[in-house]
């Protein structure tokens, strides 16, 4: 499986910055789990990207969405198909596609059609989009908030979104045979355990206690979700818990898992 995590800001000298100010993961070149750099960096992908599986509605995982269905909206041969659960669904109609903030293109349609449909998901039950199995399981952030294992023939990743401690995830992950890399966020130092608290993030101590309910299981976990302004100092603090097998994830890279 090949897994891409677009970059969302530029150096000084323009090239990509490894710091991640939005979320938005491609896989096999052709999903995109959350949109929020999708219009701006997805590059070559714009042609094969059909389906935006959506954790959640906070705007750093959602900006790139509405720019990308008008970026599209003229060639469109077929709708953007936006899978989401019911609320986040309502809520991307009350607040964004609602002729205020942007177009409603559920109504708009171009020559051949329609050029955005949601298609709802729910947690624990999984459903396909272009080869890819994708089980969506509720975690402990935004409300209502979803981490991912996704499955293609070749094994399966988990992916935990935006999230602070949770079980259910883990639960499912256990049941899962080939599970070759899980994908976990850690967005703020240990110094601001309230705030990540608040917000419902992990933070390195916590980032621990979540992997540690993988019991043990040998394979690699990838650190995502690192906030920009705090990325060197997360980094430190992931590398001085020793854990084995923990590496931070690269921006802007497709890695083969
Ligand atoms: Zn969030």
Redesign the pocket.
């Known amino acids: 499986m090949d897994i891409k995590l677009l970059q969302s800001s530029f150096d000084d000298d323009g090239s990509a910055s490894d710091r991640q100010h939005t ?1 938005c993961f491609v896989v096999n070149g052709k999903v995109a789990f959350d949109a929020g750099s999708l219009a701006m960096a997805v590059g070559a992908d714009r042609e094969n990207i059909r389906d935006v599986v959506l ?2 509605t ?1 705007l ?2 959602i900006a790139g969405l509405p720019l990308f269905v008008d970026d599209l909206f003229s060639t469109l041969r077929a709708p953007v198909l936006v899978h989401a659960a019911k609320p986040m669904i309502a809520a991307l109609r009350a607040h964004i596609f609602n002729d205020i903030i942007y177009p409603n293109f559920e109504e708009i349609e171009n020559e051949f059609g329609a050029v955005l449909e949601f298609q709802e998901y729910e947690f624990g039950r999984e459903f396909t989009v272009s080869g890819l199995s994708i089980l969506p399981v509720e975690v402990n ?2 409300e209502p ?1 979803a981490g991912f294992i996704i499955r293609d023939e070749t094994g399966s990743i988990l992916l935990t ?2 999230t602070a401690d949770t079980v259910e995830i883990w639960d499912a992950a256990a049941d899962v045979t080939q599970l070759r890399a899980v994908f976990v966020e850690c967005a703020f130092p240990d110094g601001m355990a309230e705030l990540a608290a608040t ?3 992990l933070t390195p101590f916590g980032l621990k206690e979540e992997i540690a309910k993988l019991k043990g299981r040998d394979l690699p976990i990838y650190i995502v979700n690192i906030k920009p302004m705090f990325r060197e100092q997360v980094i430190a603090e992931i590398k001085a818990l020793d854990l084995p097998d923990v590496f931070i994830f690269p921006i802007g890279r497709t890695i083969s898992i």
Request: net charge negative; charged share 20%; no cysteine.
């Open positions: 979320a954790s959640h906070h750093d995982h952030h935004n908030s979104g935006d917000a419902r993030h």
